[in-house]
């Protein structure tokens, strides 16, 4: 799962989805947004969990502050996430203003080196801004 997220995939549903679900999430990622089955979005989340709990020096980020740093790293302005993912600029501001407390960071550039260091990102999607 892992190597399919960093290979850029925006989206992952199991053989035996709904043809709603299907067309739904056919929609979503031509919108620019991530579809992810409810079995994928765990299998990501618990990759994710193994990494902080591997990783003495990783704060206890929540999963939607860990995606909200792979895309603010990866060069994406507040205004094009918010809209991607459905929520306000505020709420953007508000997860990023709480990332970079936890992790003691101070710039979407510090963000961008710390998220390519933890291999959040690659070199490529760091490069975008």
Same mark, same amino acid.
């Given at each position: 799962?892992?190597? %399919? *997220?960093?290979?850029?995939?925006?989206?992952? !549903?199991?053989?035996?989805?709904?043809? $709603?679900? !299907?067309? @739904?999430? *056919?929609?979503?990622?031509?919108?620019?947004?991530?579809?992810?089955?409810?079995?994928?979005?765990?299998?990501?989340?618990?990759?994710?969990?193994?990494?902080?709990? =591997? #990783?003495?020096?990783?704060? =206890?980020?929540?999963?939607?502050?860990?995606? %909200?740093?792979? !895309?603010?790293?990866?060069?994406?302005?507040?205004?094009?996430?918010?809209?991607?993912? =459905?929520?306000?600029?505020?709420?953007? #501001?508000?997860? @990023?203003? $709480?990332?970079?407390? @936890? !992790?003691?960071?101070?710039?979407?550039?510090?963000?961008?080196?710390?998220? %390519?260091? @933890?291999?959040?990102?690659? #070199? #490529?999607?760091?490069? $975008?801004?």
């Amino acid at each position: 799962m892992k190597g %399919m *997220i960093a290979a850029g995939a925006s989206g992952y !549903l199991f053989k035996m989805c709904s043809e $709603n679900e !299907l067309v @739904k999430a *056919i929609h979503d990622v031509l919108a620019g947004k991530t579809c992810f089955s409810e079995g994928a979005s765990q299998a990501i989340s618990k990759d994710y969990m193994s990494i902080l709990r =591997n #990783d003495g020096d990783t704060p =206890n980020l929540t999963v939607r502050e860990f995606e %909200m740093l792979r !895309l603010l790293a990866s060069g994406q302005p507040s205004k094009s996430i918010a809209m991607n993912l =459905n929520i306000s600029r505020k709420t953007v #501001d508000a997860h @990023k203003r $709480n990332i970079m407390e @936890k !992790l003691n960071i101070w710039s979407i550039a510090e963000l961008t080196q710390y998220a %390519m260091r @933890k291999g959040i990102i690659s #070199d #490529d999607e760091g490069l $975008n801004q």
